[in-house]
């Protein structure tokens, strides 16, 4: 019995339809009754008669018979959801035992690291509180936790948590909107080995605050993190500019720049957009570079420029497209792939 394996909720679906199969039956058995169980004569002597009686006498079996099916059907679709219920519980009641007891291991192997060093050996870094920044991950697996919204005690956009040898960075997270220019967090760094760079978080809203950079990939292989894009100004000011994108790692593909923040219907101008991502030259052997951010809408006021296209890797790799300059009666610069 150790080998048999249970879906519980393949059983209960197999209830329903068994079910619905019952139902239908009873039905156009209680459609035919009527018909079946009260033939009449086709003449008035006495074998007409005898014959309807008879036909008589079989529907009236049939529908006895019917209804001790009916029965025994509805004790099967019963005793089927009974033991879909049962599986489930056991299930579940085996699932809890197991999970604690893996929390404790991963309690006891990380307490002597987070004891000395302040951070676990394995496990996911927490994300981070409005306003806070996200907590690294573990030193050998895990990945970073994302920094947390800002707020008005800490309109800034709390940074993601760097990850370990495996892993990847948390995002940051995104500023305070109607805040004065501040930034968004930047993303959390990638595994040491391997792992993504965190992207960075947006820019809030107001002066238009710069968007976070993006967290810079593993050392060996791994993409950079996207730049955040920047904040929309909703004053006569120039919309954020975006974040630059992270670093590939040796073979790895850099982030792309975030775009700038636009401005307001006014005198305002668009945010440039973000550099493109390092990281494409970060990818020493391999790997592309990181698109540049487009430059943000001036409505009114100078499109943003847009932002040069990262560096291709050393031995092979194209550099990145250089971003669209925004939108404007004097639109923003493009500059050229780098």
Partial sequence: MSFVITAPEFVTAAASDLANIGSTISAANTAAAASTSQVVAAGADEVSAAVAALFGMHAQSYQTLS???AAFHE????LMNGGAAQYATAEAAAASPLQTLEQQIFDAINAPFIQALGRPLIGNGANGAPGADGQAGGLLFGSGGN??????????GGN???????????SGGPAKTNSNAVAGGNGGAGGLLIGNGGAGGTGGSGAGGAGGTGGAAGWLFGTGGAGG????????APGG???????????????AGGHGGGSPPGLGKGGSGGAGGVGGAGGILLGNGGAGGAGGDGIVGTGGAGGAGGHGGFINGSGGAGGLGGFGPQGGAEPTQA
């Fill in 147 to 156: 920094g947390g919204a800002g707020t008005a005690a800490h309109p800034a």
């Fill in 67 to 69: 209804a001790a099916a």
């Fill in 241 to 255: 500019t975006g974040g630059a994108g992270g670093a590939g790692g040796l073979f790895g593909t850099g982030g």
């Fill in 229 to 236: 894009a920047g904040g929309t100004s909703i004053a006569d």
């Fill in 75 to 78: 004790r099967f679709v019963a």
């Fill in 160 to 170: 993601g948590g760097a990850a370990g040898l495996f892993g990847n960075g948390g």
